[in-house]
C-alpha cells in the first residue's frame, strides 16, 4: 500500500481483523458474521469488521444505560473539558485519519484532512457550547410565581452515518450529545467502518483516563439490520441518521412508531442559479467543486445548473472546458482532482443514470463512462459528465450520488427559483448573482426552499457553526451548529410558586 497507509492504520490501531462492538475501550466479540472493507482508490482489502449481533447489541445498550445516569450529572462545562480533549487528540492524528478517510472512502486526501478540520471544529463549538445550553425565563400570570424552561439530557443517542462523511457526520452528533450529557452509540456505515473503528480507539481512551464509565461512547457495526435494532428500541430516545431518503423514510416510521425522536439528514438534489448578473468565473468555480467534489458523493454536491438563457452557451463552454482538465486517479496523489465512487454498486448506478438520462432526451455536453487500465483497478473511477435536461425528467428529480451535472435554461427569476424548488429533496441551494434584488428575492420567502441557502457560494462546503439540514424529502433535522444541540436534550418548563396563595391559572375559580 503506498502514502504511507500501512502506517497511519498501524497507528489508529487498525489490524486485519477487528471486532466491531465497543462500549469504549473494551470490545465486545459478538459472533456477528465479519464482513470486509477494501479501498475504492486501489480496490486492496483494508481488513474485516466482526457486525454486531443481538447480543452485542443488548450488552451496548445497557452498559449505555449505566453510563448514562452517572454522564448525566457530571456539569455540562466538565463534560466539555473532555470533549476538548477529544479535540486535541483529533488534531494529533488529523493526518493519520484524513489519510484513512481518504483511503477508504476515496475522496481526495485534502478533502479528508477537511473532514477532519471538521471534527476539530465542533468540539471547539462543543466546548463552548457547554457553558451555553441556555434555556429561557417567563413571566407568569399568576402573582409571586416564577416560570422557567431547563434543557436536560436525553439518554441514549442512536447514530447512524453514511458511508460520504464517515466520521464528521458522527462528530456533529456526539460532540453535542456529549456536552448535553447524553450517552451514544454509533452504527458507522458498513461501507466505511474503519474509519469508525479508528474514531474509537481515539475517543475511548480518553473517558477512561478521566475514570469515566464504559458506554459514553459506544461502537457498533454491520447493514440495516443493526440500525433497524436502534430504530426499533425505545431505550433509544432519539436516532440520528443521515443517509438515503429511502433508508431515512424507513428509520423515521419505525422510530415513529414508537414516539421516538429522529432527526434526519437525507439526500439533497442541489441547484446553482446562474444569473446573467453572476461573476462567471466564480459561478464556473463554483459549480465545478460543488459537482465534481468527493466525486459528487457529498449530499450536499452540486446536481443541477440552472442558467439564465443570456448566459447557459457561455457557461456550457467554460464548463466543458473546466471538465476536460480534471485529472482522475487515487485521491491520495494530491496532483488529481476526482477520485473514484465508493464502489461497483455505485458504478452501476451512475451508468444506469446516464442511460436513463439519455432514454428521456438529456443531450450530452461532457460524456462520461467508466475508466479502466493502470491505476483504474478498482474498477470504481467514473469521468464527471454533464447532460443537458429538464427539471421534470425523473432521472433529474432524483439523487444519484455520482458527478453527473445537468443544465437547465430559465428565463426570469421566479421560474428559476420555480425549478430549484421543483424537486422532492430541500437541502442546499445557491444562487450566483451580483445584484442585490436577485439575491434577495432568492433568500426571501417566496425563495429557495432548502434549508441552506447561498448567494455567491456553491452549494456543498457548509461551515459547523450554521444549523446543517433540508426540508421536504432532506428529512427536516438539523445537526452540527447554531440550535442544533435542542434535538439532544429535553426541554422541561417549571413553575413555581413561592406565594402563600394557590391561584389557577386562566383565573379559574375552585372554592370550596
Ligand atoms: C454530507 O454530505 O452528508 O456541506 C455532509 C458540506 C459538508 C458536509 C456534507 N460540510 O458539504
Known amino acids: 500500500k503506498e502514502f504511507g497507509i500501512a502506517q497511519s492504520l498501524e497507528r489508529l490501531g487498525i489490524k486485519s481483523e477487528n471486532l466491531g462492538t465497543s462500549t469504549g475501550t473494551r470490545w465486545i466479540d459478538s459472533e456477528g458474521q465479519s464482513f470486509s472493507s477494501s479501498s475504492p482508490a486501489d480496490g486492496e482489502l483494508i481488513g474485516s469488521v466482526q457486525a454486531t449481533d443481538k447480543d452485542g447489541y443488548e ?52 478533502e479528508g484532512l477537511g473532514e477532519v478540520q471538521e471534527m476539530i471544529d465542533i468540539c471547539d463549538f462543543a466546548v463552548g457550547l457547554s457553558r451555553q445550553l441556555y434555556g429561557l425565563t417567563m413571566h407568569s400570570e399568576r402573582p409571586g410565581h416564577r416560570m422557567y424552561e431547563q434543557w436536560h439530557a436525553l439518554g441514549v443517542v442512536g447514530i447512524i452515518s453514511a458511508f460520504n462523511f464517515p466520521v464528521a457526520v458522527w462528530s456533529w452528533n456526539s460532540a453535542l450529545a456529549w456536552v448535553c450529557g447524553d450517552v451514544c452509540v454509533w452504527k458507522p456505515s458498513e461501507k466505511a467502518p474503519m474509519s469508525g473503528i479508528a474514531c474509537q480507539h481515539i475517543v475511548g481512551k480518553i473517558f477512561a483516563k478521566h475514570g469515566l464509565p464504559e458506554g459514553i461512547s459506544c461502537l457498533v457495526n454491520g447493514d440495516y439490520k443493526v440500525g433497524e435494532m436502534l430504530s426499533n428500541d425505545s431505550r433509544v430516545p432519539l436516532v440520528s441518521a443521515t443517509g438515503s431518503t429511502r433508508m431515512g423514510k424507513l428509520v423515521g416510521e419505525a422510530v415513529g412508531r414508537r414516539l421516538g425522536r429522529s432527526l434526519l439528514e437525507l439526500g439533497g438534489n442541489n441547484a446553482i442559479i446562474i444569473t446573467p448578473d453572476a461573476d462567471l468565473d466564480m459561478a ?6 460543488g459537482a465534481v467534489g468527493t466525486a459528487g458523493q457529498r449530499c450536499t454536491s452540486t446536481r443541477r445548473l440552472i442558467i439564465h438563457s443570456k448566459v447557459f452557451d457561455e457557461v456550457k ?35 444506469n443514470a446516464i442511460k436513463k438520462a439519455e432514454s428521456e432526451g438529456a443531450i450530452k455536453v461532457v460524456e462520461g463512462g467508466v475508466l479502466s487500465g493502470e491505476g483504474y483497478e478498482s474498477g470504481c473511477y467514473v469521468k464527471p459528465c454533464i447532460y443537458e435536461a429538464e427539471n421534470h425528467f425523473e432521472i433529474v428529480q432524483h439523487e444519484t450520488f455520482a458527478p453527473i451535472l445537468y443544465l437547465i435554461k430559465y428565463e426570469d427569476l421566479n421560474e428559476a427559483i420555480a425549478l430549484q424548488n421543483g424537486v422532492p429533496q430541500g437541502l442546499s441551494s445557491a444562487i450566483m448573482t451580483t445584484n442585490m434584488r436577485e439575491a434577495e428575492a432568492f433568500l426571501s420567502v417566496a425563495g429557495s426552499d432548502c434549508g441552506i441557502a447561498n448567494v455567491n457560494i456553491g452549494t456543498s462546503g457548509a461551515e459547523i457553526g450554521g444549523a446543517f439540514g433540508g426540508e421536504k424529502e432532506t428529512g427536516g433535522g438539523r445537526e452540527s451548529g447554531s440550535d442544533a444541540w435542542k434535538a439532544y436534550m429535553r426541554r422541561q418548563t417549571n413553575t413555581i410558586n413561592y406565594s402563600s396563595e394557590l391561584p389557577l391559572a386562566q383565573g379559574i375559580k375552585f372554592d370550596i
Open 284 to 289: 464556473i468555480r463554483g459549480a465545478l467543486f
Open 317 to 351: 463552454k467554460r464548463l466543458a472546458l473546466a471538465y476536460s482538465k480534471l485529472v482522475i486517479g487515487n485521491p491520495l496523489d494530491e496532483s488529481n482532482h476526482v477520485g473514484p465512487l465508493i464502489d461497483k454498486d455505485a458504478v452501476d448506478m451512475y451508468q
Open 59 to 110: 450488552r451496548v445498550i445497557s452498559q449505555a444505560q449505566i453510563a448514562f445516569e452517572s454522564w448525566r450529572l457530571v456539569p455540562a462545562p466538565q463534560r466539555g473539558e473532555i470533549v476538548r480533549e477529544i479535540g486535541n487528540a483529533l488534531r494529533e492524528v488529523k493526518e493519520d485519519l484524513g489519510k484513512l478517510v481518504s483511503y477508504e472512502m476515496g475522496k481526495s486526501y485534502q
